[in-house]
């Protein structure tokens, strides 16, 4: 079993950054490969950015490519989302994913999920 707990999101202005983290309770967070989706209101959840098991893949949507950066530190458990260059059309809940296999961009592959984190971007 994995828990997932984001946190890090807030109101910002166009523009502005926010660093969103995933903190794991699980044993060997390594055997993981972890996922970034954002869902906003009245709209599918959608992939934002996925991570391969030791860092070494990266993988990002158009929309936030050159902005957005994930990264994880297995030593703590944890997976990051910087998110600079923020635009209204980012506003979203924003969650972390989990699986074992390399689940790729579709959200239904993913066995694990946190509750979210609310990222608002005012114009």
């Known amino acids: 079993q994995v828990q997932l707990v984001e946190s890090g999101g807030g109101l910002v202005q166009a523009g502005g950054s926010l660093r969103l983290s995933c903190a794991a309770s699980?044993?060997?967070?390594?055997?993981?490969?972890m996922g970034w989706f954002r869902q906003a209101p009245g709209k599918e959840r959608e992939f934002v950015a996925t991570?391969?098991?030791?860092?070494?893949?990266?993988a990002y949507a158009d929309s936030v490519k050159g902005r957005f950066t994930i990264s994880r530190d297995n030593a703590k458990n944890t997976v990051y989302l910087q998110m600079n260059s923020l635009k209204p059309e980012d506003t979203a809940v924003y969650y972390c994913a989990a699986d074992r296999s390399e689940s790729g961009r579709y959200y239904l592959n993913y066995d694990y999920w946190g509750q979210g984190t609310q990222v608002t971007v005012s114009s």
């Open positions: 699980v044993r060997t967070f390594s055997n993981y490969y």
């Open positions: 991570i391969s098991w030791n860092g070494g893949r990266t």
